[in-house]
């Protein structure tokens, strides 16, 4: 069965990029090398692995990432810290309009 990885790296400025892969280690070493030029995270390395979760259906996965991306700093400062009791009461982000 398949394994898919939900992932948030914490990158130099302090912001946070939320991704989806299957290879991990790969995935992390990849953002790490700046592969991808032009990608969220080339130009804010390095880059710190701080939270991830398992997934062995991908369409959850998919909804998790989803999910995660809409959260606010706070909400995904609290996941990573594991303060599942405080989630609920954080605020989703607030995009300017």
Not at 8 to 21: E, Q, R, V
Not at 57 to 75: C, G, H, R, V, Y
Not at 83 to 88: F, K, M, R
Request: hydrophobic share 30%.
């Amino acid at each position: 069965m398949k394994t898919y990885y939900v992932y948030i790296l914490k990158c130099a400025d302090k912001t946070f990029y939320t991704g989806i892969t299957s290879d991990l280690t790969k995935r992390i070493e990849s953002h790490q090398a700046g592969t991808f030029k032009g990608s969220y995270t080339s130009t804010r390395r390095p880059v710190k692995l701080s939270f991830y979760c398992e997934f062995t259906d991908p369409n959850m996965a998919i909804e998790t990432e989803k999910q995660i991306k809409k959260w606010s700093q706070a909400k995904k400062k609290a996941l990573i810290n594991g303060q599942y009791d405080e989630l609920p009461n954080l605020a989703m982000k607030k995009f300017k309009k």
